[in-house]
Structure formats: structure tokens, C-alpha cells
């Protein structure tokens, strides 16, 4: 199974990435999607991964440096939690967006809808 990088942001290189393939969503999508992983890579001092799995679910993953020793992975953990129940509108409307635009399920969907 594949996944798919959405956008990521480094603490450590104060760097934030939007996959180019995803810069067709709407300019305020694209900032929510910011807003989240930097305010996250800045709170768990790691990089913040936002991502698809081919399956149109969406993933978060946090990356630590390898020295340190005081990276709290319960926190980060309670934090990922809370970004899937604060903003879950925001998340499931781009699961569908991606199951439709990138999915061989969506594709099907697409067909139907304009039979």
C-alpha cells in the first residue's frame, strides 16, 4: 500500500512543502493544511507529515531528530488525536477529494455520476 505526502513541515529547518500534485485544492484549504502542520511541527518540535494512503484515508506522522531523547511520543500521539477530532470536517472532505481525484474507486464514482 502507497502513501501519499500531502504536505510536511520541519521545526528543525523552519521549512513547510506542499506537494505540488495537491496545489489544485482551493488557496484556504492549502492554508488550513499549513496552519496545521506548522503550529504541530513547532508544538511536538519534530516534522509533521499530512498525508493520503491509497485508500483516501488520511495519515499524520511525526518525525523526531534522532537525538532527541526528550521527544514525548504520548503527547505527539494525543495531539495527531486531537487534530482528527477538531478538525474533522476539514479532514473528511479531503479524504473525498482524493478518493475521487486519485483513486481507481473515485474514477468508477466519476463514471457513474455522468451516466
Not at 504536505?7 to 506537494?19: D, M, N, V
Not at 485544492?25 to 492549502?30: A, K, S
Amino acid at each position: 500500500m502507497s502513501n501519499f505526502i500531502l504536505a510536511a513541515a520541519s521545526y528543525e529547518k523552519q521549512k513547510y512543502y506542499l506537494e505540488p500534485m495537491f496545489q489544485k485544492l482551493p488557496e484556504g484549504i492549502q492554508e488550513e493544511i499549513r496552519i496545521i502542520c506548522v503550529t504541530t511541527a513547532q508544538k511536538l518540535t519534530c516534522t509533521f507529515l499530512m498525508g493520503f494512503r491509497e485508500n483516501g484515508e488520511i495519515y499524520f506522522e511525526t518525525v523526531k531528530r534522532e537525538d532527541d531523547f526528550d521527544f514525548d511520543e504520548i503527547g505527539a500521539e494525543l495531539e495527531v488525536k486531537e487534530i482528527f477530532r477538531t478538525q474533522k470536517q476539514l479532514l473528511a472532505s479531503l479524504s473525498a477529494w482524493f478518493t475521487i481525484y486519485f483513486t481507481d474507486e473515485g474514477e468508477k464514482l466519476k463514471d457513474q455520476l455522468l451516466e
